[in-house]
């Protein structure tokens, strides 16, 4: 147990919809990143938040957006969902930037 | 722009057997290299990490990986191989986004089985 926590663990949607996957970092973990796993894709970084503010962005799309709010616990919006957003979705936390990133368990989203 | 290239995307071993899973690079300053373990329907877990020091690293499981800067490598080691450590393994390199350091660019995976 990474100490990473993600909530819900499976989600089951359809297209056209919207979700809302939530993490909650290790304690005193200051930075979140959100990654995306897909077969096609592999293991993509999508966006990070240091303390609350937005630090990076990867390769997310426009119909995604993030927050990290003042108990740091952070949220991923997915909206407007396609067949193609069918993914794991990980969170990981970590003390500072750079440092090691403990991952959570994983949301597994299925649009249909 | 960074990568990473893990060039077995499947190998199969005898338990008990050495193994050696291959891992390069490209990082045009210092990377911050890792390896990560995925059992399936499971999270990534941290094997081990090099940040800077010593080249040869010691993880759990009885893990090992060597940094070769002159090789752009970072190859992960188990001297004996157990069941147990059948799953998925990547390795990871630190990268730059904006002001950053820290998010990571992921291999494509190497896909372990381990025969009896």
């Known amino acids: 147990d990474s100490g990473v926590t993600q909530t819900p663990k499976h989600l089951i949607t359809a297209t056209g919809q919207r979700v809302t996957l939530r993490c909650s970092p290790r304690?005193?973990?200051?930075?979140v990143y959100w990654y995306q796993q897909s077969l096609d894709q592999g293991l993509q970084f999508l966006i990070q938040y240091y303390n609350g503010e937005e630090r990076a962005k990867g390769n997310i799309l426009e119909r995604f957006s993030a927050q990290q709010f003042p108990d740091l616990h952070s949220e991923l919006n997915l909206s407007s969902l396609e067949l193609g957003d069918s993914a794991l979705y990980f969170c990981?936390?970590?003390?500072?930037?750079?440092?090691?990133?403990?991952f959570g368990p994983g949301t597994r989203l299925t649009v249909l | 722009a960074q990568s990473v290239t893990q060039p077995d995307i499947h190998i199969t071993v005898s338990e008990g057997a050495s193994l050696e899973l291959r891992c390069n690079y490209s990082?045009?300053?210092?990377?911050?290299l890792f390896w990560y373990v995925q059992s399936p329907g499971q999270g990534l877990q941290l094997l081990l990490k090099?940040?800077?020091?010593?080249?040869l690293v010691q993880g759990i499981k009885g893990f090992e990986a060597e940094f070769k800067r002159s090789q752009s490598s970072f190859n992960l080691r188990k001297p004996s191989v157990h069941w147990s450590d059948a799953a998925e393994y990547f390795c990871a390199v630190g990268a730059s986004y904006g002001g950053s350091q820290g998010n990571l660019i992921f291999g494509k995976g190497t896909k372990l089985s381990v025969k009896p």
């Open positions: 304690s005193g973990d200051l930075s």
């Open positions: 990082y045009g300053a210092t990377p911050y």
């Open positions: 090099y940040f800077s020091g010593d080249t």
């Open positions: 990981a936390s970590s003390v500072e930037d750079p440092d090691t990133q403990y």
